[in-house]
């Protein structure tokens, strides 16, 4: 069989972002990748010690995955239909079937068992979205995957193997399709609470690992590598870059992406307060930015940088963060 | 950050692939701007790449010498280790530090080699083999 839908490939800074835009544009509402983000209250800010990848720390800037979907699609009263299966076959056949009826299908996947990825960002990460517009005669899948600069295609076993990959956020397959929108989507009225709701998260739940409190205690285990191995040091601190910056958050852990919701909820809400909030959050970003700059020059060991400066450097984007919650329960008042 | 500092630093883990940051522009707006690499970046991913090829590398080594099982080394070459690989094929992280061992390993049933080819998505002979160093 052979099917091509008609889809607006956009690249977007990350993948589940990028494709709840892309399927809701695809329904004729007017969402961008970072207003799909903010609307959800993903940005945040956790550091889970007992969630190892590859032996270090889960660092989290956005809330887990599925969140943005599954809050755009609940707030917007847009009716997502999502499946999981226990026989990888039924969900490939699942699959063609809603390609056939004419729907585009949302897929999420492991990055480990995609070819397209370049190599060295294949590692065992189970939660990654992308969309399904089409198949070929040669049995290639025709994918437009957010993070990429053009749509790719993907061998019908690669794909299945994608989907059905286990272990830690496993996909069992999941796929969803939006069967109904309503008539008039109003975004306005929801943006401002979605807002107040992040500048809370920020300052932290009861739990020393989230907000602001999780910054803090990521500074102080900074810290607390003194006297550790050189070689431990360089690859934990390298770790915290790769999750900060690496394929997948647009860099600076969200927050452009952050400013760029804010600069667009301003227009939309006529609050010229939240301009001013997204400025911030700019300033934010690029301290988050110092900060790995700062770490990588440890690693390098090319300067003097001390585990004490790069510390100093996170507790000063912590107290930035701070200010950024004050700034943005103030422009939601 | 501003459209005119977006990194162009070509990462080599890229692989000529570009990707998208949100950086303002002279009128202070926000725009998509795509980035080739950011060599901060690209460090970090280097060096964690290199730790696994070393690891990769150690037991392969390790495992010519007859002191682990090959499951050692294709375990570490799919980008798997302990943890992730007992999360994915459902066996205990004891269990797997016992597959490590050639003795233990040597004596598992079909159904057991089954689990992890099946994981790793590799043959049952490449599993029970090497390649060459």
């Not at chain 2, 375990?75 to 490590?100: E, N, P, V, Y």
Request: hydrophobic share 40%.
């Amino acid at each position: 069989m052979s099917i091509i839908l008609s889809i607006n490939h956009q690249q977007s800074s990350h993948c589940e972002t990028g494709v709840v835009a892309t399927l809701l544009q695809s329904k004729g509402i007017a969402m961008t990748e970072p207003m799909a983000f903010g609307l959800a209250s993903a940005l945040t800010f956790a550091y889970l010690p007992f969630v190892k990848i590859s032996g270090m720390p889960l660092i989290a800037y956005r809330m887990p995955p599925k969140t943005i979907i599954k809050k755009v699609c609940k707030k917007l009263n847009i009716n997502l239909e999502t499946r999981k299966f226990s026989n990888p076959d039924a969900g490939m056949q699942a699959l063609d079937d809603e390609l056939s009826k004419g729907n585009l299908v949302g897929l999420q996947s492991s990055v480990y068992w995609l070819p397209y990825f370049p190599e060295d960002m294949r590692f065992h990460f189970n939660a990654h979205n992308l969309v399904v517009y089409g198949k070929n005669d040669n049995d290639e899948y025709l994918i437009s995957d957010p993070v990429f600069e053009h749509p790719v295609t993907c061998r019908a076993q690669d794909l299945k193997n994608a989907r059905f990959a286990k272990g830690a956020l496993a996909a069992k397959g999941l796929m969803y399709v939006i069967r109904d929108v309503p008539e008039n989507v109003n975004i306005a009225p929801i943006i401002k609470p979605a807002i107040k709701k992040t500048a809370k998260m920020m300052n932290g739940l009861i739990l020393p690992y989230f907000g602001l409190k999780g910054i803090k205690h990521m500074a102080n285990k900074i810290r607390a590598l003194e006297g550790k191995p050189a070689k431990y040091t360089r690859l934990y601190l390298a770790h915290i870059v790769r999750m900060q910056e690496e394929i997948g958050t647009g860099g600076a852990g969200f927050r452009f992406m952050y400013a760029s919701f804010l600069e667009q909820a301003s227009k939309q809400t006529n609050t010229p307060l939240l301009l001013e909030c997204a400025q911030h959050t700019t300033v934010v970003g690029d301290l988050w930015r110092e900060f790995a700059m700062q770490a990588v020059k440890y690693c390098k060991k090319r300067s003097d940088v001390s585990l004490n400066d790069i510390a100093l450097t996170l507790e000063h984007v912590a107290e930035q963060e701070a200010k950024l919650s004050q700034l943005l329960i103030k422009a939601t008042k | 950050m501003k459209k005119q500092h977006v990194p162009q630093d070509n990462s080599k883990s890229y692989q000529g692939q570009n990707k998208l940051l949100y950086a303002v522009d002279d009128n202070g707006h926000y725009e998509g701007v795509k980035s080739s690499g950011w060599e901060v970046e690209s460090f970090a991913t280097q060096l964690a790449v290199d730790d696994l090829n070393e690891q990769t590398e150690y037991a392969l080594q390790q495992a010519h010498a007859g002191e682990v099982s090959p499951l050692a080394y294709h375990m570490l070459a799919r980008r798997f280790d302990i943890a992730s690989l007992s999360a994915a094929t459902g066996f205990f992280q004891w269990q797997i530090k016992r597959h490590l061992r050639i003795a233990i390993f040597n004596k598992l049933n079909d159904k057991q080699l089954h689990r992890y080819c099946d994981t790793l998505k590799i043959s049952r002979e490449t599993l029970l083999s090497l390649p060459s160093q």
